[in-house]
């Protein structure tokens, strides 16, 4: 309390270590390696102290988290980290299965951009049966990493020296996928840059659509080609809608969503979500 009555030039250093102190917290928060028990260990030497439910991808909350137990979660969840050997973030993932659980009500087909090794597209079809359906699922991607002709100033100082590392994590891989998916005969593979890729494949309805190409310009691009083939109450799922970094993404995103009337929900896991009405 007696900060507001120290003079600017005392106060201007003051809150520079405490915002010092708050990004080392974060970092330790946030390290990849710390599991819920540790952090609620964190938590009992804070005055503000309550235990956490759940902690990933810049969420730590301590609301109901029963989902990561569920019968139709923690199954769906085991097999699409065996299928492609990583894991995602619980939460995220949790959306977007559930998005896909409504979307298999609706007319159309299944449509990823931004597959990578497939861990999205493996969790859906563990949690929804689009063979019985009738429904088709097409994955596309570059499986050579983001374009850098595509990126605009700004995400291109985003990712600065590490743009080369981060096209080769993403790239040399599309084989394997390819083979990893070869036991479902209605997925589609179609490899390519985006939007360029997207008239490779026949695709007259969709009922679902995932984008997540880390690139403002081919996710507008592609929301805005399948925009007319989705059908009523189909449903899209953006990625890194509002992720840190990515708020190129978002305008881009939001521009667009003015342009075609419709509003995007901002979910706390940093995905958009839209229904079409």
């Known amino acids: ?6 003079p600017e030039p005392v106060q201007r250093p003051l809150r520079w270590l405490r915002d010092g102190v708050q990004r080392l917290a974060i970092k330790r928060l946030f390290r990849k390696h710390l599991n819920l028990q540790q952090l609620n260990r964190i938590f009992r030497w804070n005055r503000y102290w309550y235990f956490a439910t759940y902690a990933d991808n810049q969420i730590i909350t301590r609301h109901n988290a029963d989902f990561v ?31 896909a659980r409504q979307a298999v009500k609706v007319p159309g087909d299944f449509v990823e951009c931004g597959t990578a090794r497939g861990f999205a597209a493996a ?3 563990a949690s929804v049966d689009l063979a019985g ?30 743009l080369p590392a981060f096209i080769r994590q ?5 084989d394997e996928v390819k083979h990893a998916f070869a036991r479902f005969p209605f997925v589609t593979l179609v490899k390519g840059y985006v939007p360029r890729s997207l008239s490779q494949a026949e695709i007259e309805s969709v009922c679902f659509l995932h984008l997540d190409m880390n690139a ?10 399948f925009w007319p083939r ?7 799922v953006l990625d890194d809608y509002g992720q840190p970094g990515r708020i190129e993404q978002k305008r881009g995103m939001d521009r667009l969503a003015e342009e075609l009337h419709i509003e995007i ?3 706390p896991t940093g995905q958009g979500i839209m229904v079409k009405s």
């Not at 596309?140 to 990126?151: H, I, M, N, T």
């Not at 993403?170 to 599309?174: A, D, E, M, Q, V």
């Not at 989705?230 to 899209?236: D, I, N, Y």
Request: hydrophobic share 45%; aromatic share 20%; charged share 20%.
């Open 1 to 6: 309390m007696l900060k507001q009555y120290l």
């Open 69 to 99: 137990r569920d019968g139709t979660f923690a199954p769906a969840y085991r097999f699409a980290k065996a299928f492609t050997k990583e894991d995602r973030a619980p939460w995220s993932v949790y959306l977007l299965q559930w998005a």
């Open 123 to 125: 969790m859906i079809l």
């Open 133 to 162: 359906c009738g429904k088709r699922f097409f994955l596309f991607d570059s499986w050579s990493g983001v374009l850098p002709a595509q990126l605009t100033e700004n995400e291109r100082r985003l990712y600065g020296t590490q």
């Open 170 to 174: 993403f790239s040399g891989y599309f």
């Open 216 to 225: 403002m310009h081919p996710e507008v691009e592609a929301l805005r080609y």
């Open 230 to 236: 989705l059908q009523k109450g189909a449903w899209v």
């Open 265 to 267: 929900f901002a979910s």
